[in-house]
């Protein structure tokens, strides 16, 4: 079974501050991806990645920053934290090419005060 | 731009019954499709995909079938369970000539079995 993790799993900040989400997937799985869950609206695809040093642009990308350091790792950065980023963030990985799933870690819950 | 469209936000049925869930799609390429099912404070898992047209595909009781004519992918059991209660994706991952691809979700259809 494909294994995806987050850290941290439940985090609170105010307005303006930093923070970094981390994700670690250990299938060697080339796709990696950035989600926002919210309610009505479903999972929205931030940032993703094929491999280590690539980045895409998703659907909603504004106020994120991504970067993927090695094959298992990749984060996602907001550097200037706004209470409409408060969300149930989940990081996902697949093996390359369309015809495969992907395998979700088990989510960041970010509140931003 | 490719879009998923799932019209129901809300089912809510009782124990035994049947139920179908709409999937929609809009892609300029070859599609594949899926159905994710998250369970109340748990994350997304595969619950069943296909990209063969008007091939059903079944998977835990399940089932759905690709029709690429009408670009649907309904999500159908003909029992539903208490244990059905979740929260259910269609997603779409088109097969571009570039080999690369970027998913699409649909908003979700959150499924409510009552006793």
Redesign the interface.
Known sequence: EAAVTQSPRNKVTVTGGNVTLSCRQTNSHNYMYWYRQDTGHGLRLIHYSYGAGNLQIGDVPDGYKATRTTQEDFFLLLELASPSQTSLYFCASSVAGASYEQYFGPGTRLTVL | GDSVT?TE?LVTLTKGLPVMLNCTYQTTYSP?L?W?VQHLN?????LL?S?TDNKRTEHQGFYATLHKSSSSFHLQKSSVQLSDSALY?CAL????SG??????????TSLVVHP
């Open positions: 799932q936000g594949f899926f994710y748990e994350a997304p898992k595969l995909k990209s994706f991952s088109p097969l571009t080999g690369n691809y970027k998913p699409t979700f649909g908003k979700g």
